[in-house]
């Protein structure tokens, strides 16, 4: 298979330092709203890359539930091996690819477990059928037949029969404060614009990097 001539170029627009937003939180905010209002799929669906005890690094895909001055707010299993790794090194790095509007955002921070009531409250806003997924599924760890998997649902449909369905204690959100946020737009022959936050106390300084 070929894959050398696979290629185009970035030529939607350019960004300029006097158009981006003096916190990279507003900045974020607006692309975010312009990729959820171009219709992008998954428009919140984020890379976490998370390093295990020897310095490996692995990621998978999650949503971004919330943002604010705090961090980002994504939504998992306390036993994952995201989760596992992230009790041994908090570090983490997270990843927009915005392909449709040739943009990406990184984000390099730390993350913390929120509250148990902050994740309950968002567990008991989601479809009742994810909420018995979450209590069936032992994230991360082998399961020898999806029938198994099925058979632990029903299990816990059962069991949750009458009323709300709790939140695992198994399960939550983790918070990512970051220290640094760069946002990317694709330009014209690999000359593409970026510009990197970096947090210095309170505020927030920004470089232009070369592409
Ligand atoms: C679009 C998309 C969204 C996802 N969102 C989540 C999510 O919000 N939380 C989650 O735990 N897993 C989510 N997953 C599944 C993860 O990518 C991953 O398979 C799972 O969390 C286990 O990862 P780990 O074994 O590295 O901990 C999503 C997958 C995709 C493709």
Not at 40 to 58: C, E, F, I, N, R
Not at 66 to 85: L, P
Not at 153 to 179: L, N, Q, S, T, Y
Request: charged share 25%; glycine share 6%.
């Amino acid at each position: 298979m070929n894959l050398e001539d696979l290629r185009r170029d970035y030529l939607m627009a350019g960004l300029d330092e006097k158009d981006l937003a003096a916190n990279p939180i507003a900045q974020f905010e607006i692309w975010l709203k312009q990729a959820i209002e171009l219709q992008l799929k998954d428009p919140t669906a984020m890379t976490v890359a998370t390093v295990d005890a020897s310095g490996q690094p692995s990621q998978r895909i999650v949503l971004l539930k919330h943002v604010d001055a705090a961090g980002f707010v994504f939504f998992t299993n306390y036993g994952s091996r995201k989760a596992r790794e992230l009790a041994g090194n908090q570090k983490i790095s997270l990843h927009f690819p915005w392909h449709d509007i040739e943009r990406q955002v990184k984000v390099c921070g730390v993350a913390e477990k929120i509250s148990a009531v902050e994740s309950a409250k968002y567990f008991l806003s989601r479809p009742k059928e994810s909420q018995l997924a979450a209590w069936a599924s032992h994230q991360s760890h082998p399961v020898s037949t999806r029938q198994m998997l099925m058979q632990q649902v029903a299990r816990m449909k059962e069991k949750f029969a009458h009323g709300d369905i709790p939140a695992p204690d198994f399960w939550g959100g983790f918070r990512v404060a970051p220290h640094e946020i760069e946002f990317w737009q694709g330009g014209a022959n690999r000359l593409h614009d970026r510009f990197s936050y970096r947090r210095t106390g309170e505020q927030w300084a920004i470089d232009r990097l070369a592409p």
